[in-house]
């Protein structure tokens, strides 16, 4: 199946090079220039090789990048107005929030004075009418004289 190796030395063999030939042009008048319209088929060009084939094909034009186009210069009064427009609506929000939160602390404050109110008030109250709920009232020793409410006694 496969060749038995050998040791014969190469065989030398004989190389040719080919150098390519610039063919003349077809035409050697100057052909007249025919207006081309832009939706027609392009011309196909052909060559010969040295070896006598005839190679054929369309000339290929080089791609031109698109032009650049100038971006639109931002002016310095645009960005400050921007800027300001941001700058003005952080402010506004933090305004807000200040505000709820002064709103909440006086609600706070009001229902702490409420309740120490409410609170203070009960016991003056449990004070005033425990005191008249028996008749003996306060007695207040001064220098060895006892008064026992608007009466003097010696």
Known sequence: MYPEHTSHPPAEQAVEVHQPTPLPPAVAAPAPVVAVQPGSVPTVASIVLPDGRVVTGYAINPA?????????????????????????????????????????????????????????????????????????????????????????HG
Request: aromatic share 8%; glycine share 12%; with cysteine.
């Open 64 to 152: 031109q990048p698109e032009p650049v186009v100038a971006k639109p210069v931002v002016s310095r009064a645009a960005v400050n107005v921007a800027l300001g427009g941001v700058g003005f609506l952080a402010v506004c929000g933090g305004l807000i929030l200040l505000t709820s939160f002064i709103a909440a602390l006086t609600a706070f404050i009001t229902q702490l004075i409420t309740l120490a109110a409410v609170v203070f008030g009960g016991w003056i109250a449990v004070q005033v009418f425990s005191a008249s709920g028996h008749q003996g009232g306060t007695t207040v020793n001064i220098r060895k004289a006892t008064f026992k409410r608007n009466h003097f």
